[in-house]
T-cell receptor, first 115, second 115 residues
Framework: AQKVTQAQTEISVVEKEDVTLDCVYETRDTTYYLFWYKQPPSGELVFLIRRNSFDEQNEISGRYSWNFQKSTSSFNFTITASQVVDSAVYFCALSEETSGSRLTFGEGTQLTVNP | DTAVSQTPKYLVTQMGNDKSIKCEQNLGHDTMYWYKQDSKKFLKIMFSYNNKELIINETVPNRFSPKSPDKAHLNLHINSLELGDSAVYFC??????????????FGPGTRLTVT
């Protein structure tokens, strides 16, 4: 069975600090996909990234970067120079190839960036 | 243009009533989903349709019945509403599965409150 753990329930930082959101997953499949979504206070869910299990290259998109390590079953998300607009709940999610399109979400990390 | 839209955005109703939530996507996607987000922000899949065919049916009370009249629409009908049904319901869509699960794009959510 697939499972995603986001151990950090809440994180609070001051603007311009770097912050890393942890995500650990469990799966028996060799082929799987990992995702991050952002849910700002307005409530919508915004797709950030999709990564398959065969691509362990780290990815950078502006102030966002993702570190995928199969050896530790982790897919961590770092925001560099955080801004108040980054305040949101961030969800990590997993989909196994054998489970079709089912997304299993972690419990989310509430990030608050203070001015 | 809104990619995935849901109506209504808010729904307040009494126990025992029957209600429907409508979802439409204009992304040309073949797969649509319903998720439930509880008061602790936990997201869980309920149903998934691919080209109008039900492919995921999680352990959901049979008071919940999805209906897909065409691949651009997926509606959720709930009979005999209970207090525990209060939650935010998200519709989502994605491309058809070919090379693994694609990212899902979410609607704005429908906040259902049962009194």
């Amino acid at each position: 069975a697939q499972k995603v753990t986001q151990a950090q329930t809440e994180i609070s930082v001051v603007e311009k600090e770097d912050v890393t959101l942890d995500c650990v997953y469990e799966t028996r499949d060799t082929t799987y996909y990992l995702f991050w979504y952002k849910q700002p206070p307005s409530g919508e869910l915004v797709f950030l990234i999709r990564r398959n299990s065969f691509d362990e290259q780290n990815e950078i998109s502006g102030r966002y970067s993702w570190n995928f390590q199969k050896s530790t079953s982790s897919f961590n998300f770092t925001i560099t120079a955080s801004q108040v607009v980054d305040s949101a709940v961030y969800f990590c999610a997993l989909s196994e190839e054998t489970s079709g399109s089912r997304l299993t979400f972690g419990e989310g990390t509430q990030l608050t960036v203070n001015p | 243009d809104t990619a995935v839209s849901q109506t209504p955005k808010y729904l307040v109703t009494q126990m025992g009533n029957d209600k429907s939530i409508k979802c439409e996507q204009n992304l040309g996607h073949d797969t649509m989903y319903w998720y439930k987000q509880d008061s602790k922000k936990f997201l869980k899949i309920m149903f998934s349709y691919n080209n109008k065919e039900l492919i995921i049916n999680e352990t959901v009370p049979n008071r919940f019945s999805p209906k897909s009249p065409d691949k651009a629409h997926l509606n959720l009908h709930i009979n005999s509403l209970e207090l525990g049904d209060s939650a935010v319901y998200f519709c989502a869509s994605s491309k058809q599965l070919t090379s693994g699960p694609y990212e899902q794009y979410f609607g704005p959510g429908t906040r259902l409150t049962v009194t």
